[in-house]
């Protein structure tokens, strides 16, 4: 049985920082891109970064609005995804979702993802 357990989540003022873990169980890590989602309410779930080392080279994924504050990176001996978030803004606020795409480079879009996490929130206050 494939799992993805997010850890890290929780209140930070602007400006401040976070680090998501996403530990994950019953697939390969080499075949498969990990990353992380997020969902406000009322809007559609978008993705924010990924990484993969499938194909034998390592690929990574930012959306624009997290270029030069989120930095992803991951642990092969702890199957753990990690995604270090600096310099929070209030809009960075929602429910953070770890995601796993089998056989892929990245995972950008909710559409073909093959497992999700539960989900963890991040509120960055004012």
């Not at 400006?15 to 019953?26: F, H, I, Y």
């Not at 624009?64 to 990176?73: A, H, L, M, Q, Y």
Request: hydrophobic share 35%; glycine share 12%; with cysteine.
């Amino acid at each position: 049985e494939v799992q993805l357990a997010e850890s890290g989540g929780g209140l930070v003022q602007v400006g401040g920082s976070l680090r998501l873990s996403c530990v994950a169980s019953g697939l390969s890590f080499d075949d498969t891109a990990i990353g992380w989602f997020r969902q406000t309410p009322g809007k559609e779930r978008e993705g924010v970064s990924s990484i993969s080392s499938y194909g034998y080279s390592n690929h990574t994924y930012y959306a624009d609005s997290v270029k030069g504050r989120f930095t992803i990176t991951k642990d092969n001996a702890k199957n753990t995804v990690y995604l270090q978030m600096d310099n929070l803004q209030s809009e960075d606020t929602a429910v953070y979702y770890c995601a796993a795409k089998m056989w892929s480079i990245a995972v950008t879009v909710p559409v073909g993802v093959d497992y999700w996490g539960k989900g963890i929130v991040v509120n960055v206050s004012s």
